[in-house]
Nanobody, 125 residues
Framework: QVRLVESGGGLVQAGESLRLSCQASGSVLSANAMGWYRQAPGKQRELVAS???????NYADSVKGRFTIARDNAKNSVYLQMNSLKPEDTAVYYC???????????????????WGKGTLVTVSS
């Protein structure tokens, strides 16, 4: 069974940076797309960034130029570097993974199959 564990959340001031990490276990996910989603209070969960097994990335418009997703297949991990954080970035951030290996899917806005429990990011103004 795939297990995803996020870390790196916390409280920062606007303009600062955070790096989220997600460690996968239970299965090697180098051939699976992975991503980061977030859910702010009172709002629906939204895709923040995704990365395919081939390294193709996709970002929400709201984070383009500020956030970077990367994966380390040797460590079975995915990361989200968040720079120039804004108060509106405050949310619980979830790591996710697609169950299909070498999927040709690019749009993951509707979600993935495996989920972590989330890590809270709070950005103060």
């Amino acid at each position: 069974q795939v297990r995803l564990v996020e870390s790196g959340g916390g409280l920062v001031q606007a303009g600062e940076s955070l790096r989220l990490s997600c460690q996968a276990s239970g299965s090697v996910l180098s051939a699976n797309a992975m991503g980061w989603y977030r859910q702010a209070p009172g709002k629906q969960r939204e895709l923040v960034a995704s990365i395919t097994s081939g390294g193709l990335t996709n970002y929400a418009d709201s984070v383009k130029g500020r956030f970077t997703i990367a994966r380390d297949n040797a460590k079975n991990s995915v990361y989200l570097q968040m720079n120039s954080l804004k108060p509106e970035d405050t949310a619980v951030y979830y790591c996710a993974a697609d169950s299909e290996r070498y999927s040709g899917r690019i749009d993951y806005s509707t979600g993935m199959d495996y989920w972590g429990k989330g890590t809270l990011v709070t950005v103060s103004s």
